[in-house]
């Protein structure tokens, strides 16, 4: 065996990801000609080794126009939702056979709409009934986590139940159900993610609040049409970024939070947990942080059980002091190690104080484990609203600059339960 025999057969046993593979640009040839076969299409050469060597020349003929032909063979070829399952479930083949552990396949459903394939036989549609439908044949075991993505350009909240994603949200939801039937089983849904904060420009707190309502609605119906349960929503509650720590649509998610109507809203995190880069982007770290926030509040309530960040429901006058009555689903901390750097003050504000009373400490009440008491240096005068990890001054650093301490006693690391960000109105209590 000579050195490159001995280095391309470590390469082909080397563990490897396939990322953004077009599946009509990577058929097997013997494939693509009996395709074109049986749709009646004459292809350019008419057997396997010579149809490969008229794809390599076009390939580098060094024009793209004759690099386009093999494209325009191939999507003619594929044509039919059959032809596609085919193509999908051998690009999955060849894959495996060549050591990938993650392979990413891709295709363009409109391009295939002149050939009469409808826009909506998505690639995750066919791709999942492809792999089920051979497994189940070969009585192999199921296990299916179909995930979908759908982004929107809504400038405001009210435009998103009317929208694309909505659209084809529904759509993916019926492909998953006639998946789901191919296999004899029931389609369940684990949970809807919403993610829509700073891209609502309506300026309205409440026109933000009532525009995710109706879009959970929306999503509802959509799922009973299809037989599927009610869903959980889950969401991330936002709290800006760096340089941006207030705004209608952060304060809209406040009013959400309490107000949701009778929908299965859960949030899973506050986003200062979530690390960020200069842009307001999220890293990997950040990324891989909110992932397992999410998934673990999925698990939990799949199982049955409440997943619950701490959430301040009423502040209240205490003599100078201030009471802060929280919803919990265990004992408070205010955590020592200030993994976010919300400051001494743990994250605790006030707005509206007409005397320069201020916040001197914060810490758990001692006969209560689910109430905070801020210590102020006298009693706050005027109309007063407590804040946490909210409209916080422009910062610098790795998280938004809306950020806190406070937290439940669950878990460890990555897996903790944050306290929500909140502004209230500070009342003169009992």
């Given at each position: 065996m000579t050195d490159s025999d001995a280095l391309l057969t470590r390469a082909r046993a080397l563990p490897k990801v396939l990322l953004h593979e077009h599946l009509d640009g990577g058929l097997r040839v013997a494939t693509l000609l009996a395709l074109l076969r049986e749709r009646g299409l004459e292809p350019p050469q008419h057997d396997v080794p010579a149809l490969a060597a008229w794809f390599d020349a076009n390939a580098h003929a060094g024009s793209l126009e004759k690099?386009?032909?093999?494209?325009?063979?191939?999507?003619?070829?594929?044509?039919?939702?059959?032809?596609?399952?085919?193509?999908?479930?051998?690009?999955?083949?060849?894959?495996?056979?060549?050591?990938?552990?993650?392979?990413?396949f891709r295709i363009a459903p409109l391009l295939f709409e002149t050939h009469g394939v409808s826009g909506e036989a998505t690639v995750e549609a066919l791709l999942a009934d492809a792999l089920?439908?051979?497994?189940?044949?070969?009585?192999?075991?199921?296990?299916?986590?179909?995930?979908?993505?759908e982004t929107d350009t809504a400038a405001e909240a009210s435009a998103l139940a009317t929208g694309t994603a909505t659209h084809n949200l529904d759509q993916a939801l019926q492909n998953l159900v006639a998946a789901a039937k191919r296999l004899g089983r029931p389609a369940q849904v684990l949970a809807v993610v919403l993610d829509y904060t700073l891209e609502d420009l309506t300026g309205d707190a409440l026109?933000?609040?009532?525009?995710?309502?109706?879009?959970?609605?929306?999503?509802?119906?959509?799922?009973?049409?299809?037989?599927?349960?009610?869903?959980h929503f889950l969401a991330a509650f936002d709290c800006g970024t760096q340089t941006v720590t207030q705004g209608p649509a952060l304060d809209g998610q406040w009013e959400l939070s309490w107000n949701h109507g009778d929908h299965q809203l859960v949030f899973a995190a506050p986003s200062y947990a979530f690390e960020i880069d200069d842009t307001g982007r999220l890293t990997d770290p950040g990324r891989t942080a909110k992932a397992?926030?999410?998934?673990?509040?999925?698990?939990?309530?799949?199982?049955?059980?409440?997943?619950?960040?701490?959430?301040?429901?009423?502040?209240?006058?205490?003599?100078?002091?201030?009471?802060?009555?929280?919803e919990a689903a265990g004992p408070l901390v205010l955590d020592s190690d200030d993994p976010y750097a919300a400051g001494p003050l743990a994250g605790f504000g006030l707005e509206g104080v007409t005397n320069g009373a201020r916040i001197t400490e914060a810490e758990i009440d001692k006969t209560d484990p689910k109430m905070v008491i801020l210590r102020c240096s006298k009693r706050p005068e005027g109309a007063v609203f407590v804040t946490y990890a909210h409209a916080a001054a422009a910062g610098t650093g790795p998280f938004p600059a809306n950020?806190?301490?406070?937290?439940?006693?669950?878990?460890?690391?990555?897996?903790?339960?944050?306290?929500?960000?909140?502004r209230l109105l500070l009342t003169d209590g009992r």
């Open positions: 690099y386009l032909e093999g494209f325009a063979l191939t999507v003619e070829a594929m044509s039919s939702v059959v032809a596609m399952e085919r193509v999908a479930f051998e690009a999955a083949e060849d894959a495996q056979a060549d050591g990938a552990l993650l392979a990413e089920l439908a051979r497994r189940a044949a070969a009585r192999q075991s199921l296990p299916l986590m179909f995930v979908r993505v026109a933000y609040r009532d525009g995710m309502i109706a879009l959970m609605e929306r999503i509802t119906r959509g799922m009973a049409r299809a037989g599927l349960a009610r869903p397992t926030l999410l998934a673990e509040a999925v698990l939990a309530v799949q199982a049955g059980d409440r997943w619950l960040c701490p959430t301040i429901q009423l502040a209240e006058r205490a003599a100078r002091d201030i009471r802060l009555i929280c950020r806190g301490a406070l937290r439940d006693d669950y878990g460890t690391g990555v897996l903790r339960r944050w306290a929500l960000p909140a």
